[in-house]
């Protein structure tokens, strides 16, 4: 069965960073585009980044210029390193795998910015 694992997600201090992997099984992984989702508490989920099949990358204008998004595809693996975090990045953040009609979901990491 597909299975997306996702794990980084810590508490930290604003102007830190974390990076969170998102391990994948099941898929042929490197003909899926991967995305990062997140969602906080009262608020819809919202797309941060996605990257393609090829490895074009696209961003939330709000995490531009400090996120950035990448796969390695020898390790079924993608990634967000998240740098200069901020508390309204405080959310849980969900990896997601699609190709055409499929779309896949992770359970989720929780990624709180708090002094």
């Known amino acids: 069965q597909v299975q997306l694992v996702e794990s980084g997600g810590d508490l930290v201090q604003p102007g830190g960073s974390l990076r969170l992997s998102c391990a994948a099984s099941?898929?042929?992984?490197?003909?899926?585009?991967m995305a990062w989702y997140r969602q906080a508490p009262g608020k819809q989920r919202e797309l941060v980044a996605h990257i393609t099949a090829g490895g074009s990358t696209n961003y939330a204008d709000s995490v531009r210029g400090r996120f950035t998004v990448s796969r390695d595809n020898a390790k079924n693996t993608v990634y967000l390193q998240m740098n200069s975090l901020k508390p309204e990045d405080t959310a849980v953040y969900y990896c997601?795998?699609?190709?055409?009609?499929?779309?896949?979901w992770g359970q989720g990491t929780q990624v709180t910015v708090s002094s």
């Open positions: 099941g898929i042929i992984f490197r003909i899926y585009h």
């Open positions: 997601n795998a699609a190709q055409n009609i499929w779309s896949h």
